[in-house]
């Protein structure tokens, strides 16, 4: 039973968001970019596949959930190097397959804008992360999360480096539209 203010709340904000919700994998998508060439140029790619679901409770103010990405889905439009990024001496997508992101507490803090704290797991090696989103209502049942985060590879083990040639840190973009599940 919804008490009164969360009832206030859930209608002036729009649309209760409570229940389970699932990623729409043709409409989302994970891209990263990094600088190579000592800085002088900008790798980009994305990762064509990703899946996810979550859970909202109290009206929606606040959920959890989980987005898994296929290693082996990495595109950055030169075979030769997503090849490498695939292999044993980066991601390593046949030993681990996927990238998991675990969100463990998603609350709506303001008008389009939650924080989203969990854990990243890359390879063998999981980090905490605790970033703001942007989430907009794009219709009844379909929330579109946005968001980026700043990564040091290092810290996943991705420490393949030719001659010094990678610098600094990757920077990772996600937009990803849930679909609210009917009963």
Known sequence: M???ET???TTKEGV???GAWVLDRALSSVRFAHKTLWGMATVKGEFA????KGEAAEGGRTAVGTVVIRVASVDT????RDGHLRSAMFFDAEKYPEIAFDAEQVEFCAEETVRITGRLMVKDREKALDFTAKAVETDPGTLRLTATVTLDRAEFGLT???LGMIKGPATVSADLLFRRLLD
């Open 2 to 4: 919804n008490d009164p």
């Open 49 to 52: 596949e990703v899946s996810g």
């Open 16 to 18: 209760d968001r409570t």
């Open 160 to 162: 393949k480096n030719q």
């Open 7 to 9: 009832t206030a709340r």
């Open 77 to 80: 439009s030169h075979s030769r």
